[in-house]
């Protein structure tokens, strides 16, 4: 169960770091505007991360049959990727501008006063959740049930996608850097686990 929330933890970190944008941007805005903006996040990214780690799981069934011996160190090698092109993203500075600009979009000025543009709320929720769905594929793994697996990725993110919304209206974005890089390090913990010790 531990490795269950340690990966929803880390998966939820793109989430989380976009939701801090969101929230940023949102500064000068009411509360109850914000409530509105963090209950979306939670929604929106929560139902996404919820989702594709499924499919990934499910895919990955099908193809553990064929990769049976090979299976631990593939799905290793996915987590070790995603950790580190979470890293990377980080440390090149390529995600503060991305989460800037998606954050002007969803943001979309509606007569006078800003509201969420739900379309792109929702890619970017797809966006955030594609490498949970590859990651989904390393469930097949570990000694759990998916299912729950899955239910507990999609509460976790929503909860951060919550949180995040907040702490970026509060105090602005000096949380997005660590919270992927810390996501991006616990990948690669749970990928090497997987690779050497299942």
């Not at 299976?71 to 950790?83: H, N, Q, S, T, Y």
């Not at 989904?136 to 993110?157: D, H, K, S």
């Amino acid at each position: 169960m531990i490795e269950v929330l340690l990966l929803a933890i880390a998966l939820a970190m793109d989430a989380f770091a976009v939701a801090i944008g969101l929230g940023a941007k949102s500064q000068k805005h009411s509360s109850q505007y914000v409530l509105r903006l963090a209950m979306y996040a939670a929604l929106y990214f929560g139902i996404a991360q919820g989702i594709m780690p499924l499919i990934g799981y499910l895919l990955g069934a099908v193809l553990l049959g064929w990769l049976a011996a090979a299976a631990p160190w593939i799905g290793g090698i996915i987590l070790i990727v995603l950790g580190g092109k979470m890293l990377y993203e980080v440390f090149a500075g390529h995600n503060e501008e991305e989460i800037d600009d998606i954050a002007e979009e969803v943001l979309a000025k509606n007569s006078g006063y800003k509201s969420v543009n739900h379309k792109t709320m929702f890619t970017l929720a797809i966006a955030t959740s594609i490498d949970a769905m590859a990651a989904g594929f390393t469930l097949n793994l570990l000694a759990l049930n998916a299912w729950l697996a899955c239910l507990i990725i999609a509460v976790i993110t929503a909860l951060f996608g919550l949180l995040g919304v907040y702490l970026g209206w509060r105090s602005g974005t000096w949380l997005e850097d660590k919270a992927e890089a810390l996501g991006g390090w616990v990948l690669i913990a749970i990928g090497l686990k997987v690779m050497f010790f299942s």
